[in-house]
């Protein structure tokens, strides 16, 4: 499984983002997917996932604020993120669980300023 993140930038506090993980491989819709987070000195975090059933499931800190979704068809992965705060910076990375293997992909930068 090949994992490709984009759509970071740039954003005041405020304001949204909607990152795109794209997934090779025939097997996506049986995937659990997630995202994860890596602020500079911290170490790697859970966001989001959701299940190859649409599940999903959020940490305390995005409820309410992000939605992670996927689309089988596309073999894509989103993370919507609204209301970003400057403590949402970090590079954001997307994973994807086959069987027993984990699966990453090249982070994407999202900067938030105040």
């Known amino acids: 499984v090949q994992l490709q993140a984009c759509g970071g930038g740039l954003v005041q506090a405020g304001g949204s983002l909607r990152l795109s993980c794209a997934a090779s491989?025939?097997?996506?819709?049986?995937?659990?997917m997630a995202w994860f987070r890596q602020a500079p000195g911290k170490q790697r975090e859970l966001v989001a996932a959701?299940?190859?059933?649409?599940?999903?499931t959020y940490v305390d800190f995005v409820k309410g604020r992000f939605t992670i979704s996927r689309d089988n068809a596309k073999n894509t992965v989103y993370l919507q993120m609204n209301s970003l705060k400057p403590e949402d910076t970090a590079v954001y990375y997307c994973?994807?669980?086959?069987?027993?293997?984990?699966?990453w992909g090249k982070g994407t930068q999202v900067t938030v300023s105040s």
């Open positions: 959701i299940s190859s059933g649409g599940s999903t």
């Open positions: 994973r994807a669980t086959s069987g027993a293997m984990d699966y």
């Open positions: 491989g025939r097997t996506f819709s049986s995937n659990a």
